[in-house]
């Protein structure tokens, strides 16, 4: 049974920084990845960048368009955690963050860890609200 608790949101000026944490703890029976997701007022969650966390493809990242350049996503193995570094923030990135743990099926090239079955089946964090203002 898998838990994830994020952590590191707040009120942050544009242009800002803010690192987002989610310890995992539990024990999940197969291969998984990470991911962050967002849900801004008003509009549907939205993947922001997945890592893969074993197996073959350990430590590969992919990101959605938006948040290349400014987001890195990140894992310290030894410390159960996943990290959101978000840079240059906007006003529009006003939103709840969640992590995620994905099964091994959404996962490595070609997954599809940002669509519906993936949210359905993943395991999710309470979320913490960024605000940029």
């Known amino acids: 049974h898998v838990q994830l608790v994020e952590s590191g949101g707040g009120l942050v000026q544009p242009g800002g920084s803010l690192r987002l944490s989610c310890l995992r703890s539990g024990y999940t029976d197969g291969g998984y990845c990470m991911a962050w997701f967002r849900q801004r007022p008003g509009k549907e969650r939205e993947g922001i960048a997945v890592i893969d966390s074993d197996g073959t493809y350990d430590g590969r990242t992919n990101y959605r368009g938006f948040a290349e350049g400014r987001f890195t996503i990140s894992k310290d193995r030894a410390k159960n955690t996943l990290y959101l570094q978000m840079n240059n923030l906007e006003p529009e990135d006003t939103a709840m963050y969640y992590c995620?743990?994905?099964?091994?099926?959404?996962?490595?090239?070609?997954?599809?860890?940002?669509?519906?079955?993936?949210?359905?089946?993943?395991?999710w964090g309470q979320g913490t609200q960024v605000t940029v203002s």
């Open positions: 995620a743990s994905l099964p091994r099926g959404f996962c490595g090239p070609g997954g599809d860890w940002s669509g519906r079955s993936a949210a359905a089946a993943a395991t």
